[in-house]
């Protein structure tokens, strides 16, 4: 029996989400957006088990009404129609799903989650995401917990700017990171720590990073682990110099300002160009006592973009839009709670590296 599932938005994640979903048979599909454009796309794909609708996503009502008798609702929308489909899910029924790494959009999320009578399961994407469950999984086999360290990056293979970036996802969902304020846990106590601050340099394989702070990444880990380790934080990955420029753009032009994000959106989009040529890097590195004795462990993985399906999946795509099917597909399945808030680290690492989307990132 298949699951009837509504995407909204069209995008280029919606676009992997699809791509994955729709040839398993198993999911029926409704994919809704405002933009004519992106949905003849879509229909130009004849990705299969799916029919388009064009509707207005910023209307609780009409998304209402649109999610109704569908039992899973995912969100690949821009943050800020978070609050607006989370509530059109939760009136119509549906189990929610998104990828925001916005965080007040979560905190509506998490409220609309107390008492429903559907799954909300916020954060689906890669970091916040994937991030958090590979965390939890390693600090798990610690006695004590001193130090939880996350690095996640999504790089241009072939860096030739002075940026040493090209754009791989929403421009808005990176501005957000950029300039919003960060959770850590810092010697026990949970703080706010400004965004492109404390940045750090490490090799990879022969290869030169830099991190910095960025909002967002740990999801809803800072509440899972609070009392329970000393220092948690989450950074971004970059290639050397990046963090400078954008700093320099951010805060010496104020182009960080809410009002003036529109113009970095329109100087970013205009001057940056896409790319599918690119690599995810994923580095956790967990310090705590084990039998007695102070132990470090790290993760790392690096993700390039593949054919799926007889498309070209930019690293990014693949692991957002896999990330996110996998939740659907545990939650589906019954190997995730059926009601309420559903966080990134309940889920098991070796049930989602299993799964038939997850093995993305056990490749």
Request: charged residues 20%; aromatic residues 8%; glycine residues 8%.
């Amino acid at each position: 029996m298949t699951t009837k599932l509504i995407l909204l938005g069209a995008g280029k994640i919606g676009d992997a989400i699809l791509n994955l979903l729709s040839h398993t048979g198993d999911y029926d599909i409704t994919v809704a957006d405002r933009d004519p454009e992106r949905l003849k796309y879509v229909a130009q794909a004849n990705f299969p088990n799916t029919r388009i609708v064009q509707a207005d996503l910023g209307d609780q009502a009409a998304v209402t009404r649109l999610i109704q008798g569908h039992q899973v609702t995912l969100s690949a929308c821009p943050y800020f129609l978070t609050p607006v489909i989370a509530g059109a899910a939760r009136a119509a029924h549906s189990h929610y799903f998104d990828l925001t790494e916005d965080v007040e959009s979560t905190r509506i999320v998490k409220q609309l989650a107390e008492g429903a009578d559907c799954a909300f399961v916020p954060q689906c994407g890669l970091a916040p995401g994937f991030i958090s469950i590979v965390a939890n999984d390693v600090a798990s086999r610690f006695d004590s917990l001193r130090d939880v360290s996350m690095r996640v990056g999504a790089l241009p293979t072939f860096p030739n700017n002075a940026l040493k970036y090209n754009l791989t996802w929403s421009t808005d969902g990176l501005i957000n990171e950029y300039c919003n304020p960060c959770e850590a846990i810092v010697d026990g106590e949970l703080r706010e720590t400004a965004a492109l601050e404390e940045i750090e340099h490490f090799s990879l394989d022969g290869i030169d990073y830099e991190a910095f702070n960025t909002s967002g990444g740990l999801g809803t880990l800072c509440e899972s682990l609070k009392g329970k380790v000393q220092n948690l934080n989450y950074k971004t990955v970059r290639y050397p110099g990046h963090r400078d420029i954008v700093k320099m753009l951010i805060r010496d032009l104020e182009l960080g300002k809410l009002e003036r994000r529109p113009i970095l959106k329109d100087v970013l989009e205009t001057s940056i160009p896409m790319t599918k040529q690119d690599v995810v890097l994923v580095f956790v590195s967990v310090v705590g006592t084990r039998n007695g004795r102070l132990e470090q462990e790290s993760y790392a993985k690096k993700i390039y973009a593949q054919h799926v399906n007889g498309q070209l999946l930019s690293a990014i795509q693949l692991t957002t839009a896999s990330g996110i099917c996998t939740m659907v597909d545990l939650v589906v399945s019954g190997k995730l709670p059926q009601h309420g808030l559903v966080r990134q680290e309940q889920t098991r690492l070796t049930d989602f590296l299993s799964n038939r989307f997850g093995k993305y990132y056990a490749v």
